[in-house]
Structures are given as C-alpha cells and as structure tokens.
C-alpha cells in the first residue's frame, strides 16, 4: 500500500517511511491510496473471531506486505491485550469502554501499535530514532508506556509544569529506561511550539531521526479502527442501526471509525460530540472551516481549535459536504452541561464516567431526538484520570485502579527546561 501526502506537493510512500516521517515533507497528512472493503462473510461470521484475529483482517492491506504478516499478527496480539467491553446504559445508549489498557486512555492502543512498528522498522538500523511529544496530559503517559523498552527508539516528552494532573504527571516521568520527560517553565502551548521547532531545526535533524506520535501519523491514527469492529462484534445480534458518538479534540479516533466503515462496517452515523472547542460544529452549520485558539475545559484532552485529522475525514467523504453531512453529526457542549451529564449518568444509570464520556453521552441523547439508532458513546478515559472533577460532582470517592495505584509509589524524575536551546542542548548531548 502506497500512502499521498493530502498537500498533493510530496511523493507517495511506503507506509515505513510514512510512520518514520510522521508528516509529509509538504507538512501534509498521509493517507492510504485505496481502501478495500472487506468480505461480507468477514462481518457475517465475526463471532467466531477473536479480537487479535478481527484486527489482523481489518489493517492487514494497509500495512503488509511491508510488515510481514506472521509479524503484523504478533503486534496486533501485543497491542490488544486487554478487553474493550460494552457497557449497557439504557435500550438507546451503550458505551464503549476504552480504558482498561495500561495507562487507562483510549490512546494506549495507538501508542502500543506505533511503538510496535517502529521497533520492527527499527530493528536493523544502527541510529536510534526519537520520538518528540508534546502532552497536555494523556497523550504523554500512552506513548510513555506504549514504547517503554523499544529497542532503537528514544522518547522524550515534554509537558508543562503544574498543568497535568498527578496521576498523569507520575504516568509521565517514573518510567526510566528509553523515556525521558522535561518539565517545561511554561504551559502546553509552549511545549507544542518548543517540538515544532525542533523539527523544523536543520541542524538537529542532519544529526537525529525524529519523528512525532501524535494522531497524524498513520501508525497511531489507524489501529484505532479496531475497536469500532469490536462494539459491532458485541452488539450485532441486539441491534440493527449502530451509530457511534466520539467525544473528538483532534478527530482521529472518530475518522479511524469512518476508516471502519469504509472497511463495510455497518455504521448508521456519527456523532462528534465536542466540548466548547466547536470549530467543526460550526463548520457543518456554515460550511466555512475556520480554526480558533483553544478554550480550557474541564474535557481538556478535546481542547482542540483546529483539529489536525478533519481534512482526513474529508477525504474520506471525497471532500463532498453533503456527503459528509449524511454521515456525520456534531455537537458542542459546554462544561456545566457536561457536569449535568455525569451526574445523571451516575444517579440515573450508576454509571461513572469522565467527562470526555460524558461529553459523547449527551451528543447520543442529542442524535436520539430525531433519530433511531442505538448509540455507542466512547468512554475513552477512566473517570480516576479526572477525579477532582468527578468526584466534585458525584460527591463518591472512586478508588483508585491496579495500574493507577501502581505508579503513585513512584518517584518522578524530570529535567526541567525553559527554552528551546535547552530543548536542543540536551537533545543533541
Ligand atoms: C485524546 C483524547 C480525546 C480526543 O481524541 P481525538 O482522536 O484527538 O479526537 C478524547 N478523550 C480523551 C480522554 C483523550 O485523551
């Protein structure tokens, strides 16, 4: 499988070279040159399949031969070993529970996956290569986790003094081993522009291979397709029209979903459902797509005002609005709504969750007033992530998980920095 830069001003690719860039050298998003819907008997007979199986059958022409398949089938099993239940609110709404991988984001899957490839591509090379993120929070602790012990690979993570939790802060810097995390004299945005610089550097980058782990690289962006095909694989015998609400901040984890579909997934919509950040609420409304700063929410990892994967999501749908408009809804919510949300889920159903789930729960009750459908919203943080805010509102304590528990004995060990020629100082020594 060949993959374009979406600026059309770069060469196709292989996906190797697609996940060792990240970004195009147009600075534009890869995207795979075809997408082949699978056999109808692949969704027919999807019970007697195992997860590991499902995934294996779903990404494999994206990525093999370039990963041989008996290898592409060891990191699937490796990145998917835990479960990814459905959780039953009431005969309308499910939610999908994302948060029983090891640091309890969604984005453990796409971190693992990643990590996984590199360390194949990686292998036989003699220069490491680095990873260079920038976190708000959870972004840091999956990629953290994902590559801990990689052969060939360096993480170096950056995230802002005081602005992560403490959960997240201890997920970040007690790893040791091939992760090293700055604690930068700034907030996020300082940490996002500190990265850009560095990979904009000529300089360090004639001397170091680095590359990023956000959602716009394809080996984080697409194993996120997985578990749509696990929610269908559950739900299938109860329910005709599935639709799907994605709590969304960059749009990755919902355009993965569309990737589903377009794989022959029976999906009826989507519903991006977003905090105060409504850039692409407003885009659906007027058709004119202009990003804004970002707002602080209590949602903070969907504190998004330009969303780097809504240009893959157009592609998809031939960069057509009403096309896109047949398939996907969006709502924007703001955090006393939000609060609202958890709330009633907890008293009403005795669910907890955080508020990125909440925040997908109201976007199915909203779908539901003129739709029929049963809605899956993603729960795609364990509530502990946010416990000041959840606990403040469903005035319970919420103990604290094995994986969680585990880390908060360790000491955190972080070089501070304030500026970029620290950053490059101690990248280049
Ligand atoms: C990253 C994140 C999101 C947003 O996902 P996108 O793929 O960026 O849209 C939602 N919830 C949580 C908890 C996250 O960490």
Same mark, same amino acid.
């Given at each position: 499988?060949?993959?374009?830069?979406?600026?059309?001003?770069?060469?196709?690719?292989?996906?190797?070279?697609?996940?060792?860039?990240?970004?195009?050298?147009?600075?534009?998003?890869?995207?795979?040159?075809?997408?082949?819907?699978?056999?109808?008997?692949?969704?027919?007979?999807? *019970?007697?399949?195992?997860?590991?199986? !499902?995934?294996?059958? =779903?990404?494999?022409?994206?990525?093999?031969?370039?990963?041989?398949? +008996?290898?592409?089938?060891?990191?699937?099993?490796?990145?998917?070993?835990?479960?990814?239940?459905?959780?039953?609110?009431?005969?309308?709404?499910?939610?999908? *529970?994302?948060?029983?991988?090891?640091?309890?984001?969604?984005?453990?899957?796409?971190?693992?996956?990643?990590?996984?490839?590199?360390?194949?591509?990686?292998?036989?090379?003699? %220069?490491?290569?680095?990873?260079?993120?920038?976190?708000?929070?959870?972004?840091?602790?999956?990629?953290?986790?994902?590559?801990?012990?990689?052969?060939?690979?360096?993480?170096? $993570?950056?995230?802002?003094?005081?602005?992560?939790?403490?959960?997240?802060?201890?997920?970040?810097?007690?790893?040791?081993?091939?992760?090293?995390?700055?604690?930068? +004299?700034?907030?996020?945005?300082?940490?996002?522009?500190?990265?850009?610089? /560095?990979?904009?550097?000529?300089? #360090?980058? &004639?001397?170091?291979?680095?590359?990023?782990?956000?959602?716009?690289?394809? =080996?984080?962006?697409?194993?996120?397709?997985?578990?749509?095909?696990?929610?269908?694989?559950?739900?299938?015998?109860?329910?005709?029209?599935?639709?799907?609400?994605?709590?969304?901040?960059?749009?990755?984890?919902?355009?993965?979903?569309?990737?589903?579909?377009?794989?022959?997934?029976?999906?009826?919509?989507?519903?991006?459902?977003?905090? /105060? %950040? =409504?850039?692409?609420?407003?885009?659906?409304?007027?058709?004119?797509?202009?990003?804004?700063?970002?707002?602080?929410?209590? &949602?903070?990892?969907?504190?998004?005002?330009?969303? &780097?994967?809504? $240009?893959? !999501?157009? *592609?998809?749908?031939?960069?057509?609005?009403?096309?896109?408009?047949?398939?996907?809804?969006?709502?924007?919510?703001? +955090?006393?709504?939000?609060? *609202? /949300?958890? #709330?009633?889920?907890?008293?009403?159903?005795?669910?907890?969750?955080?508020?990125?789930?909440?925040?997908?729960?109201?976007?199915?009750?909203?779908?539901?007033?003129?739709?029929?459908?049963?809605?899956?919203?993603?729960?795609?943080?364990?509530?502990?992530?946010? #416990?000041?805010?959840?606990?403040?509102?469903?005035?319970?304590?919420?103990?604290?998980?094995?994986? !969680?528990?585990?880390?908060?004995?360790?000491?955190?060990?972080?070089?501070? !920095?304030?500026?970029?020629?620290?950053?490059?100082?101690?990248?280049?020594?």
């Amino acid at each position: 499988m060949k993959y374009y830069s979406l600026n059309k001003k770069a060469p196709n690719t292989t996906f190797e070279e697609a996940v060792v860039r990240g970004l195009a050298p147009d600075k534009g998003l890869y995207f795979p040159e075809s997408i082949t819907p699978l056999e109808a008997s692949f969704f027919e007979n999807i *019970e007697d399949k195992s997860n590991a199986e !499902i995934a294996l059958e =779903a990404i494999r022409q994206f990525i093999v031969p370039e990963i041989p398949e +008996d290898i592409l089938k060891t990191i699937v099993e490796g990145t998917l070993s835990f479960d990814f239940p459905v959780v039953e609110i009431n005969k309308n709404i499910s939610t999908l *529970e994302l948060f029983h991988g090891p640091t309890m984001a969604f984005k453990d899957v796409g971190a693992r996956f990643m990590a996984r490839c590199l360390g194949y591509f990686n292998k036989t090379n003699t %220069n490491d290569i680095t990873v260079l993120v920038a976190t708000s929070g959870d972004t840091g602790g999956a990629v953290a986790n994902g590559f801990l012990g990689v052969k060939g690979v360096n993480v170096v $993570i950056l995230y802002p003094s005081g602005k992560v939790s403490d959960i997240q802060e201890k997920q970040l810097t007690t790893l040791g081993q091939n992760i090293t995390a700055l604690e930068v +004299d700034g907030v996020f945005d300082d940490c996002q522009d500190m990265v850009k610089q /560095a990979f904009m550097d000529k300089e #360090l980058t &004639s001397k170091m291979q680095l590359t990023s782990a956000n959602s716009i690289n394809i =080996a984080r962006w697409l194993p996120q397709l997985f578990y749509f095909i696990f929610t269908y694989k559950q739900l299938k015998s109860k329910y005709k029209d599935i639709a799907f609400s994605v709590p969304s901040g960059n749009f990755g984890n919902i355009c993965a979903g569309m990737v589903a579909q377009k794989l022959g997934l029976p999906v009826k919509h989507f519903i991006a459902s977003n905090n /105060a %950040n =409504a850039t692409v609420v407003n885009y659906m409304l007027s058709q004119t797509y202009s990003p804004k700063p970002s707002i602080q929410t209590i &949602s903070n990892a969907m504190d998004v005002g330009n969303p &780097s994967n809504f $240009i893959r !999501i157009q *592609e998809l749908h031939n960069n057509d609005f009403e096309t896109l408009k047949s398939n996907l809804s969006s709502f924007s919510y703001t +955090d006393n709504e939000t609060r *609202e /949300a958890l #709330l009633e889920l907890y008293s009403d159903f005795n669910y907890v969750a955080d508020p990125h789930g909440a925040v997908g729960y109201l976007g199915a009750k909203d779908y539901l007033k003129n739709n029929e459908a049963h809605v899956v919203f993603l729960e795609t943080a364990h509530p502990t992530k946010f #416990l000041d805010v959840v606990e403040d509102v469903i005035k319970e304590n919420i103990d604290l998980p094995p994986q !969680i528990e585990a880390v908060m004995d360790k000491e955190k060990v972080a070089t501070k !920095i304030g500026t970029y020629e620290e950053l490059k100082g101690f990248l280049l020594k």
